[in-house]
């Protein structure tokens, strides 16, 4: 996956739009399965810096909209394992330094082609080197997680060493327990969580948050009604969501927001429809992606997590989305069982 | 360093070494922060540099990016002394062009600590403690340059404020000048004087940051752990630096008042012990945000949850 963005537009229907609108899927598969042949254009050097993301959104879009072999799996090993390095941690591309993002994103692409055990015959390190290469970033004081050896805390990565450690079976490697008490410690008043204790609440983050606690089996530490309250005020009269106050909509939030509403067992807090109108408005029909709002420019960022809000809202056609990995729910759940 | 071609029928070698000398200009004329601009690519291909203000088309910083992260790269496929400078060069334009690029952040960030341990390993000689608080200064430099320009996304980049705080938690004694300090001293060496000044100064590349890029979380997160940074150190002066930054971030709150990023670094504020205790600016500041909602009868969410947030910590 070397593009992540353009060429199409989406909200090329602008203007009168239909209430009935369709998903492009043809077209969508199209757009993601192109994103690898431009290798020749600049775009393939321009956004190297997340590449290894790249293909996991991509992936990921493509197993939802039911077309799983739309990308090569051998050559999507090989990428992969090119990116990884001898620590166990993976970077963005090869040659890139390595970080807990590109990681997590290389153990969700081998989990959802069942190719993890690729890892042990012929990656650079293991499985289990993997997991210690996540587990140690992990403050033992504070139960937060550094992104790589510099040091920058954040709670998107503990929650993508939750992720990635349990699916690799390894969750035993960390202290869950301190890491629970450092995502309760990021909870605001307004129900929300943020990057860090003092934070203000974001969308993003609370998605990362209460993943962490609903992998550790700690949900109840949620003030479910205040959370809901606060995610149900980000959707917009137009039908979108954003991810604070005051802020434009955008598809991403699509997944965010609903993602953390389905977790706390109230999706239904949102209007289900003005949303799922507001992501289709968001396409570009004619060549494939979504954007992240009406008539922008498309990328697969956008796309896969417009495609998992739909699913989470019970979209016809589309594989069911886990809430919390974002992931087929039909592979987390194959993996989590074992 | 030369760039890779360099001659008259070779544009983009020459714009290549102009844009090198642009961004390490602040070696020559003192600390003055670069504003770069970044022009539709209908402009014509080159740079335009008049200090402090420096602008390019997209479409040449694209060529000078490809030719940047070749250097980058293939220094760091099989590392040469010979190769070094020009790598650590072209990260500067690798990071103009992606400011989340974190392996060229990360070049940057070693190379700082490489001068650091040669420091030490000179017996914290003078020379060698110079170089790294020069080093030091030329990073924090380029990063103002880049967090405050009008440029698409840098003023939000979570790599490029890491990396700001990556150095004042390093390298303290180095961001506030102080030359004369020995590695492991505490901030409390430095005078309270020049921690005031450096704190507003920080604040004011924040609020900058904040300006470019409305509802800014990195900039806003960079300023509360930049305090907390600090904190322990210096208790008895603490209270000083914040009630002098709660007039400050109260003021830019009214400025711009769907900022809701804005509003939450003033809760941060309002809600430690040292503002909080015996506290009439705490309630002073909600006083007079309730009057000035009912002056404007403002019904923005951002506003509205600044007050229920205050109402939290029982201060009206």
């Not at chain 1, 991810?243 to 699509?254: A, H, I, T």
Request: charged share 20%.
């Amino acid at each position: 996956m070397s593009l992540v963005s353009g060429p199409g537009r989406g909200g090329t229907s602008a203007g009168a739009v239909p209430d009935e609108l369709k998903l492009a899927v043809d077209n969508h598969v199209k757009y993601i399965q192109s994103l690898d042949t431009r290798q020749d254009e600049l775009e393939y050097w321009l956004t190297e810096h997340l590449r290894l993301n790249g293909v996991y959104w991509g992936l990921t879009a493509l197993h939802l909209l039911g077309h799983p072999e739309g990308l090569p799996r051998d050559a999507t090993i090989d990428f992969v394992l090119s990116c990884q390095h001898g620590s166990g941690g993976f970077g963005a591309a090869p040659g890139h330094d390595a970080h807990m993002l590109y990681t997590v994103s290389a153990v969700q692409i081998l989990a959802t082609i069942d190719a993890v055990e690729e890892l042990d015959l012929r990656g650079k390190a293991g499985e289990e080197q993997v997991g210690k290469y996540i587990a140690g970033l992990q403050n033992r004081e504070t139960g937060s997680f550094a992104g790589d050896e510099w040091g920058e805390t954040d709670t998107r990565f503990l929650f993508g060493a939750f992720n990635a450690l349990s699916l690799l079976h390894l969750l035993s490697l960390i202290d869950v327990p301190k890491a629970v008490a450092h995502v309760h410690a990021c909870a605001n008043f307004d129900g929300g969580y943020g990057v860090s204790p003092g934070a203000e609440s974001h969308a993003g983050q609370i998605y990362t948050c209460v993943g962490a606690l609903a992998i550790a089996g700690r949900l109840d530490l949620v003030d479910r009604d205040r959370l809901g309250g606060w995610l149900s005020e980000r959707q917009l009269p137009n039908g979108g969501l954003n991810g604070r106050p005051e802020k434009l909509e955008d598809v991403c939030y699509s997944w965010w927001v609903m993602s953390s509403l389905a977790m706390i067992d109230r999706l239904r807090w949102i209007d289900g429809d003005k949303l799922t109108q507001f992501i289709l408005r968001c396409q570009d029909r004619e060549q494939g992606g979504i954007a992240d709002r009406p008539g922008d420019m498309v990328d697969v960022f956008h796309t896969v997590f417009g495609i998992a809000g739909l699913s989470l809202l019970s979209f016809p056609g589309l594989e069911a989305v886990d809430p919390i990995y974002c992931m087929p729910k039909a592979i987390t759940s194959r993996i989590l069982s074992k | 360093m030369t760039p890779p071609v360099s001659n008259l029928s070779n544009p983009t070698g020459n714009a290549y070494a102009q844009l090198i000398s642009a961004l390490h200009h602040s070696d020559l004329e003192g600390s003055t922060i670069l504003e770069i601009d970044i022009l539709p690519s209908s402009h014509s291909p080159q740079l335009l540099y008049e200090h402090p203000a420096l602008a390019l088309p997209k479409g040449l910083l694209i060529q000078l990016y490809l030719t940047a992260r070749k250097l980058l790269f293939s220094h760091l496929a099989s590392p040469r002394e010979e190769t070094y400078d020009a790598a650590l060069k072209a990260t500067s334009i690798v990071l103009l062009w992606d400011p989340n690029h974190l392996t060229a952040a990360n070049f940057r960030k070693r190379y700082i600590r490489s001068l650091s341990s040669t420091w030490a390993e000179n017996g914290y000689a003078e020379e060698d403690g110079r170089r790294l608080t020069d080093a030091v200064q030329r990073e924090l430099r380029f990063l103002d340059s880049l967090l405050t320009s009008p440029l698409n996304k840098h003023a939000k980049a979570s790599t490029l404020w890491g990396q700001r705080l990556w150095i004042m938690q390093n390298f303290w004694a180095q961001a506030l000048e102080d030359s004369s300090s020995v590695e492991g001293d505490t901030p409390n060496k430095a005078t309270i004087k020049r921690i005031m000044s450096h704190w507003d100064y920080e604040l004011s590349i924040v609020m900058k940051a904040a300006e470019r890029h409305p509802r800014n979380y990195y900039a806003w997160q960079y300023a509360r752990q930049l305090l907390q940074l600090v904190d322990g150190e210096l208790s008895p002066q603490m209270k000083g630096i914040r009630v002098e930054s709660l007039g400050k971030a109260h003021q830019w709150c009214l400025m711009h008042p769907r900022d809701v990023s804005g509003w939450g670094f003033l809760v941060f504020l309002m809600a430690s012990e040292e503002t909080v205790d015996g506290d009439s600016d705490g309630r002073r500041i909600v006083r007079e945000t309730r009057e000035w909602v009912r002056k404007y009868e403002w019904e923005g969410e951002s506003v509205e949850w600044f007050l229920k947030a205050v109402g939290q910590l029982q201060l009206g």
